[in-house]
C-alpha cells in the first residue's frame, strides 16, 4: 500500500487553553479525495489549520510524506506543496485575477505552462484576468483559489468549505472541479458541512463531532443523517 501524503495521529490541539481535537488520527493517500464532515464546531477548520501549521498541536504529530512536519511554521509546510484554501477563499479582492495568480509565482519550479493549464482548466479566469478579483462572483472567486492553489503542484491540498455562501448549481460546478482533481490523481481532504450535496465526489468519508473522528460507513446516506445530532464516540465507533 502507497505511502500516505498526509498522516496525522494522535493530536491534540486548541486555543487559549481551550481543546478542540481530542486526539485526532486521519491519513489521506495518494490520489484520495477525503472528504471530513460534520456539524458547526466540530473540530474541522481547527484540524486544517493544524495540518498546516496555523495552529500548534499539543500532542501529537503530522507527516506530509516521509517529512515530520509537526514543529514547521505554515510558509515551510508550504514550500512541501501543502496547499490551503482557507474558508472564505483568502482572495485578495483588489489586486486583478492575472496579481492574485502571480502569488504562486514563487514556488520553486513555477512554470507559464501552470499559467496556461489554470486559464484553460477555468476559462472564465482568463477572460477576467485584469478584473479585480473583489468584482467576481463567489463561484469565480473559488475557481480563482483554486487555479492559484493548483499552479503550485501541491501533493496535498487543503480546502476548507469551499460551498460557503454558493447558490447550489454554483456548488455543484465547484464539486465538479473536485472530481475531476481526484479523478486526475491529486490527494485532497475537503471539509464540507454540505455533505448530502457533495459527498458524491469523495473516496473516503471521516465524520467528526466535538472534536473526534471515525471512518463513514460505506452504506451512510447524508440525505437521511442530521451531522448535529450524529455522535461519534471517543473510541472512534459510531452509534
Known amino acids: 500500500m502507497a505511502q500516505p501524503v498526509l498522516r496525522v495521529e494522535g493530536i491534540r490541539a486548541g486555543y487559549r487553553g481551550l481543546e478542540v481535537l481530542h486526539v485526532v488520527d486521519l491519513t489521506v493517500r495518494p490520489g484520495e479525495l477525503v472528504l471530513l464532515a460534520g456539524p458547526n464546531g466540530a473540530g474541522k477548520s481547527t484540524l486544517l489549520r493544524t495540518v498546516i501549521g496555523l495552529v500548534k498541536p499539543s500532542a501529537g504529530s503530522v507527516h506530509l510524506g516521509d517529512d515530520d512536519v509537526t514543529a514547521l511554521p505554515a510558509h515551510r509546510r508550504a514550500r512541501l506543496r501543502c496547499a490551503w484554501i482557507p474558508e472564505g477563499r483568502g482572495v485578495i479582492r483588489e489586486l486583478s485575477v492575472e496579481e492574485n495568480l502571480d502569488m504562486s509565482r514563487f514556488t520553486p519550479g513555477w512554470t507559464s505552462a501552470r499559467r496556461d493549464a489554470s486559464y484553460e482548466r477555468f476559462p472564465i479566469l482568463a477572460r ?63 471539509v464540507e458541512q454540505r455533505a448530502a450535496q457533495v459527498q458524491h465526489v469523495a473516496s473516503r468519508i471521516v465524520l467528526m463531532r466535538e472534536g473526534h473522528v471515525t471512518d463513514a460507513p460505506d452504506d451512510l446516506d447524508f440525505a437521511d443523517l442530521n451531522l448535529a445530532e450524529f455522535a461519534v464516540h471517543t473510541d472512534g465507533s459510531t452509534p
Do not use: K, N, Y
Not at 128 to 141: D, H, K, N, W, Y
Not at 146 to 171: K, M, Q, Y
Open 128 to 190: 477576467t484576468r485584469g478584473r479585480a478579483a473583489g468584482t467576481l462572483s463567489g463561484g469565480e472567486q473559488q475557481m480563482l483559489s483554486l487555479a492559484r492553489a493548483l499552479e503550485t503542484a501541491p501533493r496535498l491540498l487543503l480546502v476548507d468549505e469551499p460551498s460557503l455562501g454558493l447558490a447550489p448549481r454554483i456548488v455543484d460546478e465547484v464539486m465538479g472541479v473536485m472530481l475531476a482533481l481526484r479523478e486526475e490523481g491529486h490527494s485532497i481532504l475537503l
